[in-house]
């Protein structure tokens, strides 16, 4: 079993290291190395998700700073030793419940985790989804009244609990997982349990630290963001039809598991009240982007693996379907990889435009770290500003277009233009020595975004008519136009 496991580590090595690293893990990380280097968090260095995944990377970024390391290897490396921490502190669990058919269900459940994320590898759900496997696993061993060591439920409840403060939206993820052991136990008091509570502990533990160390983020970021962050919320029928595409193949999988077994195992049950509440969470975010779908189908994939297991007939079936849905993700992502126009050759090529002795700085005009995050982490260049994309815009362009405009767009438009004049007023004093624009068709949030620009859309601000002239326009990349300081 250990030596499947670890060629499953190797697999999922040969997969990662050769390729890009996802764009919001790279902004992370990059805020992370941020952090370290002394940038408070909210003033210097801004991002509208709670600061744990700036304080959790900062982990590799030691390993950055003191060895030199590659900023997308030691990243990738850093996710694996996770993942591997995860694995040794389920396997007992799984034994306990699974007893001869652990090797097949623990081979199952590791694969799919390392492998179907493919570009999303390193995302916070990703981690988030490993961090409360162990948590799940102990549910499950409760709901059987089967004993828990001290040490093991203190672990368990530690990791959930770094995986849950990653985002508020995560707290559906044991909310849900506490009711099915409460219905299956008929029993609410199963709810004060050792790792309940250390989740608790660490999440108070957290909150203060927030407020002492991070009160910029309470206090400045998080009104702005609430007040602007619509701007990217997609509809309801949008996010409903990228669900179904992601988890089709996971509720085939799942379906052809109970078929096979004619019930429900609990510990499939404990996976799915898992599943179930990282739809919520994703749901709640109302954006349907794919990565936060994405704990979703591992869960479901996990539940339909146990049915596997334990059952007597249709394994084939069922093995397909979860090979089917970690094949699509991964396939995609090597291909993307190799491809000449594909995501890391993009990024490469932004990598060498910046990696020059003459470029110390560098800002973009987007909505959406891809492709440029990446190649200014892994060039280890310096992000001219505290957040890392217009994050305000979106809702400003869409308050713009309202016929008529509430209280709530007036708002955003007053923040997005406060912020745009500061950008633009510290440019004049210090300008970055790239300056990039997205070109792209599609734009995220940006209302009818094949016909908007950027560059006509700042000429409305006199200091950016003043800035844009002391640069020259060199070859573009990608999606991007970019402009050098002269």
């Given amino acids: 079993m250990l030596v499947g496991v670890a060629l499953l580590f190797l697999l999922t090595g040969l997969v990662q290291f050769p390729f890009a690293l996802n764009h919001d893990a790279a902004w992370h990380f990059y805020s992370a190395i941020r952090v370290l280097a002394g940038d408070r968090i909210g003033v210097d260095i801004a991002d509208i998700n709670p600061p744990m ?36 502190a389920v396997r007992l669990p799984l034994t306990a419940w699974a007893g001869r058919d652990t090797p097949m269900l623990l081979l199952a459940i590791a694969a799919t985790f390392l492998l179907l994320p493919g570009y999303h590898f390193g995302q916070r759900e990703h981690l988030a989804a490993l961090l409360t496997l162990p948590y799940v696993c102990l549910a499950t061993l409760r709901s059987g009244r089967q004993p828990v060591s001290l040490g093991t439920a203190t672990y368990a409840g530690l990791l959930a609990a770094i995986g849950i403060c990653f985002k508020p939206y995560f707290l559906a993820v044991p909310l849900l997982v506490e009711l099915w052991l409460a219905l299956r136990r008929r ?124 059952a007597k007939r249709f394994r084939g079936l ?129 209302p009818n975004a094949e016909r908007f620009d950027y560059l006509d859309f700042l000429a409305a601000y006199p200091a950016f008519e003043a800035l844009i002239g002391s640069y020259d326009e060199i070859a573009p990349m990608g999606r991007f136009r970019l402009f050098r300081l002269r």
């Avoid at 490469?348 to 005009?365: G, H, K, M, T």
């Fill in 187 to 310: 029993d609410l008091r199963e709810v004060v349990r050792l790792e309940t509570l250390v989740m608790v502990a660490i999440g108070l533990v957290y909150l203060a630290a927030v407020f002492v160390f991070a009160p910029d983020y309470l206090y400045r970021v998080v009104p702005d963001a609430m007040a602007t962050y619509s701007g990217f919320e997609s509809g309801m029928n949008e996010i409903l039809s990228e669900v179904a595409g992601v988890l089709l193949f996971p509720v085939l999988a799942m379906l052809f598991g109970i078929l096979a077994l004619r019930r429900i195992d609990p510990l499939s049950g404990a996976f799915l009240a898992t599943a179930t509440g990282y739809l919520l969470a994703a749901l709640l975010q109302q954006k349907g982007w794919q990565y936060q779908i994405m704990p979703v189908a591992l869960y479901v994939l996990a539940a339909a693996a146990v049915q596997m297991a334990f």
């Fill in 318 to 446: 069922i093995a397909a379907a979860i090979g089917l849905a970690c094949a699509f993700p991964v396939l995609s992502f090597v291909w993307d990889g190799l491809s000449p126009n594909g995501t890391s050759a993009r990024v490469f090529a932004l990598e060498q435009v910046l990696d020059r002795p003459a470029v110390d700085s560098v800002y973009a005009f987007i909505t959406s770290p891809r492709d440029m995050h990446p190649a200014v982490l892994q060039s280890g260049k310096t992000w001219a500003d505290a957040y890392g994309v217009a994050i305000f815009l979106p809702a400003h362009l869409h308050a713009l277009a309202a016929e008529t405009r509430s209280p709530r767009q007036q708002r955003a438009i007053a923040i997005s233009q406060a912020y745009l004049e500061d950008l633009l007023g510290r440019f004049a004093a210090a300008p970055p020595d790239i300056l990039a624009f997205d070109a792209a068709r599609f734009k995220l949030g940006i």
């Fill in 53 to 88: 995944a700036m304080w959790l990377f900062s982990l590799p970024g030691l390993a950055v700073a003191g060895l030199g390391l590659s900023p997308a290897i030691a990243f990738k490396a850093f996710v694996l030793i996770v993942a591997a921490l995860v694995f040794l």
